[in-house]
């Protein structure tokens, strides 16, 4: 038994945020049934790079969920998908407001089948709100969050996250949020309710104080590269074999460590570098010392006298140089997972580790609708409705019914 193991989920959303929530459940054990249409398939699978044509993306982002082939605008369809619904405790979703409404799936019909039932909306900006009907993606809330135009270097243009960080965001906060919802069913009063998710709202709450230093201020936060408004010295720097490191003086006592480190002791006591408002004030000249420190040195080195005289400093990684690093290796942050496509794929473990009720990678992302069959047994339908079924599913979509 694993913590969540009582729990079913229905994801019914595509691509990433509303998708990702339901992934975090199932990494702790709750049975999520993955919807998708059965011609289009979750767009997740064509965004995806692909080995031997299966989709990558895929495996990591629906691992823990078994699939099932829906159309929601389907009448035998929708019967079957409201027979879940009486079995589910959340229900995830992301279509445009209105939707579900429009197909006769509100909240308020769905409640009276479950009233314990927790339905999680998760849109671009929110079931209300004059921009509520509009299209909305992660690099949209990126851009309008705030973030974008505090990303980049002062004399270049606002920087937009090559990944999905809002969707990502989006995601832990929908498990937040259903994780409170589930309490207070249990605990309090046995209902179920609606959360309402918003993709720009949540990566907006996660901006730190801009609201408030504006209101109190006026001040709009401005691209500052790789350093901040706040803290000296903070920033990357090149070492002599083409390589970078990045450090953090945000405590005083580490900041005089690193000028230990640089030779440079005289600068704990320089009025121009003493405390962190004169650093801020000279931080051009600050970063040039330190730089031209580094770029003499190379960055395992550089690494090594920083750990061994505990001041803050990292390298900069990409995805090979984690796949050797000793601490990532010792912690299992990637595991192999064994998959009936591609005989097994490495993906990043379940984070966060919980020492009496730990996540767990079942099994990787499955094929369109191979859980079909089962879950129609198990939701009482006759072996005519379900050869039926499946029979729709081939025709649509030309596979073979699971075994």
């Given amino acids: 038994m694993m913590p969540l193991s009582n729990i079913r989920v229905i994801d019914a959303a595509s691509i990433m945020a509303g998708p990702l929530i339901a992934t975090h459940l199932g990494d702790f054990g709750a049975d999520v049934i993955k919807i998708e249409h059965p011609q289009k398939g979750d767009n997740s699978r064509s965004l995806s790079l692909k080995k031997d044509g299966?989709?990558?993306?895929?495996?990591?982002?629906s691992r823990n969920k078994r699939t099932m082939s829906l159309n929601l605008k389907e009448s035998f369809d929708q019967e079957i998908f409201l027979e879940l619904v009486k079995t589910a405790d959340i229900l995830i979703e992301n279509f445009r407001p209105g939707t579900l409404e429009k197909w006769g799936l509100?909240?308020?019909?769905?409640?009276k089948l479950n009233p314990g039932l927790i339905l999680i909306r998760v849109t671009g900006y929110g079931q209300t709100g004059p921009y509520s009907n509009r299209p909305g993606f992660g690099t949209i809330a990126e851009a309008m969050s705030g973030l974008a135009h505090m990303t980049g270097f002062p004399d270049g243009p606002p920087v937009l996250p090559t990944f999905g960080l809002a969707?990502?965001?989006?995601?832990?906060?929908?498990?937040f949020a259903a994780m409170i919802a589930l309490y207070?069913?249990?605990?309090?009063?046995?209902?179920?309710?609606?959360?309402?998710l918003s993709i720009?709202?949540?990566?907006?709450?996660?901006?730190?104080?801009?609201?408030?230093?504006?209101?109190?201020?006026?001040?709009?936060?401005?691209?500052?590269?790789?350093?901040v408004p706040f803290s000296a010295p903070r920033n990357l720097y090149k070492t002599r074999d083409n390589k970078y490191v990045c450090l953090s003086g945000s405590a005083q006592s580490i900041t005089e460590r690193i000028f230990r480190i640089i030779g440079r002791e005289d600068?704990?006591?320089?009025?121009?570098?003493?405390?962190?408002?004169?650093?801020?004030?000279?931080?051009?000249?600050?970063?040039?010392?330190?730089?031209?420190?580094?770029?003499?040195?190379d960055q395992a080195d550089i690494i090594a006298i920083f750990a061994e005289e505990e001041a803050a400093l990292g390298?900069?990684?990409?995805?090979?140089?984690?796949?050797?690093?000793?601490?990532?290796?010792?912690?299992?942050?990637?595991?192999?997972?064994?998959?009936?496509?591609?005989?097994?794929?490495?993906?990043?473990?379940?984070?966060?580790?919980?020492?009496?009720?730990?996540?767990?990678?079942?099994?990787?992302?499955?094929?369109?609708?191979?859980?079909?069959?089962?879950?129609?047994?198990?939701?009482?339908?006759?072996?005519?409705?379900?050869?039926r079924f499946l029979k729709s599913r081939n025709l649509e979509i030309g596979i073979k019914p699971p075994r």
Avoid: C
Avoid at 54 to 61: D, I, R, T
Avoid at 351 to 373: C, H, M, W, Y
């Fill in 200 to 227: 720009v709202d949540s990566m907006f709450a996660i901006l730190g104080s801009q609201a408030t230093d504006y209101d109190s201020l006026g001040k709009i936060h401005e691209r500052t590269g790789n350093r």
């Fill in 184 to 196: 207070n069913r249990d605990i309090n009063n046995g209902k179920g309710q609606v959360i309402d």
């Fill in 267 to 297: 600068m704990i006591n320089d009025p121009k570098f003493a405390k962190n408002d004169d650093r801020l004030k000279n931080v051009d000249e600050l970063d040039e010392i330190i730089g031209d420190w580094m770029i003499q040195r």
């Fill in 54 to 61: 299966v989709p990558l993306m895929w495996k990591w982002l």
């Fill in 106 to 111: 509100d909240y308020d019909m769905l409640s």
């Fill in 315 to 387: 390298p900069i990684y990409d995805i090979s140089d984690i796949f050797k690093d000793p601490h990532f290796i010792e912690r299992e942050l990637i595991v192999r997972v064994p998959d009936e496509e591609l005989g097994s794929v490495k993906m990043q473990n379940i984070v966060p580790r919980l020492s009496e009720t730990p996540g767990r990678i079942r099994f990787p992302g499955k094929t369109q609708g191979a859980d079909n069959e089962s879950i129609l047994h198990e939701l009482g339908f006759s072996d005519e409705q379900i050869n």
């Fill in 167 to 175: 969707d990502s965001i989006t995601s832990l906060n929908g498990v």
